[in-house]
C-alpha cells in the first residue's frame, strides 16, 4: 500500500465515519479489526459498528480537520493528528485528538484513537457543582506544574 493509499484510506475512514455512512467506514476495515479508544476496545466488525452507531447518535453535526502533523506513514503505519467537533445534547465541544492506524491487505486492521477527554469535561461542564468537579480534576493532574 503506498503512502498515498493510506493517507486516502485514513481520511476516508474519518470522514464516513463523522457523516454517519457507517457501512462505507467498516468498509475500510478488516473484518477482525481492533479499535482502542477511550470508550474502550471494540474488536471486530460488529462491536466497531456499534461504537459508530453509538458515535453518531451522541455526537451530532461531528466534522473532523487535521491539524499540526496532518498525517504521517512509515512501512504499514498511518498517524494523524487532528480535531473533533460537533453537538452533544445541545452542547458545541471541540477536541484535539490523534490516531494510530494499522494497515494489512489495503485495509485497516487496528486503531488506537486518543483525545483528550479533559478538554471535553472542561467544556461539558455545566453548572456550578460540575464545574468545582472538573476544577479539582484539573488542579490535581496539574499540582506542581503552575
Avoid at 92 to 114: D, M, R
Avoid at 124 to 137: D, E, I
Wanted: with cysteine; charged share 20%.
Amino acid at each position: 500500500m503506498t503512502e498515498e493509499q493510506m493517507k486516502a484510506t485514513i481520511r476516508g475512514f474519518l470522514q464516513s465515519s463523522v457523516a454517519g455512512d457507517i457501512t462505507k467506514a467498516l468498509s475500510f476495515l478488516t473484518d477482525d479489526a481492533v479499535w482502542v479508544a477511550p470508550q474502550g476496545t471494540f474488536k471486530g466488525i460488529a462491536e466497531i459498528k456499534h461504537l459508530l452507531t453509538w458515535n453518531n447518535q451522541i455526537a451530532k453535526d461531528s466534522k473532523v480537520a487535521e491539524t499540526g502533523i496532518g498525517i504521517i506513514t512509515q512501512g504499514h503505519i498511518g498517524v494523524i493528528e487532528h480535531k473533533l467537533s460537533g453537538t452533544t445534547n445541545g452542547m458545541k465541544w471541540e477536541i484535539p485528538a490523534t490516531c494510530i492506524y494499522e494497515f494489512k491487505n489495503n485495509k485497516i486492521q487496528n486503531l488506537k484513537g486518543f483525545f483528550d477527554t479533559l478538554a471535553l469535561a472542561k467544556q461539558a461542564a455545566k453548572g456550578p457543582f460540575a464545574k468545582m468537579v472538573v476544577k479539582l480534576v484539573v488542579n490535581r493532574t496539574e499540582k506542581g506544574l503552575h
